[in-house]
């Protein structure tokens, strides 16, 4: 572990990378959203109706919030970076 973070190795790489807490908050209130409307359907209460705006503002707040790490960019010879569409003559 990095710093008491959740840590993830890349999938191209394997870099250890971190997860935004962020993340993990969207996942969880995406979840609460799916059992809160699994439970409205079961019970049809409007408490349950309040509880599924809050997280759905939880999950929008978070998602907007959320932070991606990635690795910088390689600067190795082998690895050319592509002309801008600038450079192109038309």
Partial sequence: M???????PCHECGA???LSSMAL?????ALGLILTAILFLVYQQSALLVIAAV???ILLISMMRTRIESLPPAASPGHSVPPSRDDHPR
Avoid: A, F
């Fill in 25 to 29: 908050l969207s996942t969880l209130s």
């Fill in 55 to 57: 997280l759905l503002v």
């Fill in 16 to 18: 250890t990378l971190r």
């Fill in 2 to 8: 990095m710093s008491g973070r959740l840590v993830q």
